[in-house]
């Protein structure tokens, strides 16, 4: 039994120089403070104070003066583009219904899908040209007049609608311009509302108690 033991420590100790392991090692002292695996549910190198992990500062680094929230000119880009886009599908579906609708006495033959592609793109584009010109002048009435306010709310919202109404049925005259205003500033208005409506909420609650 003996020989076997010794046997056995010799050839782990050979192993142990073999792979490299045969110089200073940790001692019986050293790791009688490390605790065995499934003991801890954290090993000691691991344990971090969890305060440290919360956040509490942003994520993002922002340059110097620069806002936490995107301001119009930066959203412009995407509402002119966002618009055309829906203005295009829009009038495309609006254009298959026309074109089917106005030749659904004819066969079904080239003439017919030249007229229904026809309608297709012709109200396409027209839904797409409105809706975008429309997109237009909403940024650059709702851009001109943050820089002048200096402050972004609901209220640059709701002139800016108002704005691009009159101006983009001015030609109209001024019943049309009145018109156009007053759609824009119903629209706009009923957007500001949705977008406030949990906060009214909220304010409601906070009198009634």
Known sequence: MEGGGGSGNKTTGGLAGFFGAGGAGYSHADLAGVPL????PLSPYLNVDPRYLVQDTDEFILPTGANKTRGRFELAFFTIGGCCMTGAAFGAMNGLRLG????QNMAWSKPRNVQILNMVTRQGALWANTLGSLALLYSAFGVIIEKTRGAEDDLNTVAAGTMTGMLYKCTG????AARGGLAGLTLT?????????????GSVLQQSL
Request: charge should be positive.
């Open 37 to 40: 695996t499934g003991m801890n």
């Open 100 to 103: 089917l609708k106005e030749t």
């Open 173 to 176: 005259g001024l019943r049309g």
């Open 189 to 201: 208005g009923l957007y500001a509302l949705y977008n406030n409506w949990e906060h009214m909420k």
